[in-house]
């Protein structure tokens, strides 16, 4: 089992939203409702906070953006949900390229011819 930490980058690896892994209530009671939508697969999401969930040190994570609401209540999303984000592994770098200066567009106009001489300003 992953340890979870704020700040940490995670994705979804169940998004079976059809009931809760481990029931914290009686479901009659008060519906789950998702106010920001489900989870999904593919996006990455950042962890804000972490709560241990029993004394087995089993966690529960508070994701940016994406609440689980029981009754009147935020709660964690399970963290058996999620798997941590491996930077070096699933993104590779993106090309960047240099922004060179546009090539000018307007001809150059020709010098006037320059008489042959002018008096010199002091």
Request: positive net charge.
């Amino acid at each position: 089992m992953e340890t979870f930490a704020p700040g940490d980058r995670v994705v979804a690896i169940n998004t079976d939203m059809s009931g809760p892994i481990h029931p914290d209530g009686d479901r009659s009671r008060h519906p789950f409702l998702f106010p920001d939508g489900p989870l999904r697969k593919d996006v990455v999401y950042h962890v804000e906070a972490v709560r241990c969930l029993n004394s087995g040190g089993h966690q529960g994570l508070f994701i940016t953006g994406l609440r689980v609401t029981w009754g009147n209540q935020d709660i964690p999303w399970d963290a058996s949900r999620f798997r941590k984000v491996d930077t070096l592994r699933d993104h590779a770098p993106k090309k960047r390229r240099r922004k060179q200066p546009a090539p000018s567009k307007q001809p150059v106009p020709a010098m006037p011819p320059t008489p042959a001489r002018l008096p010199a300003f002091h």
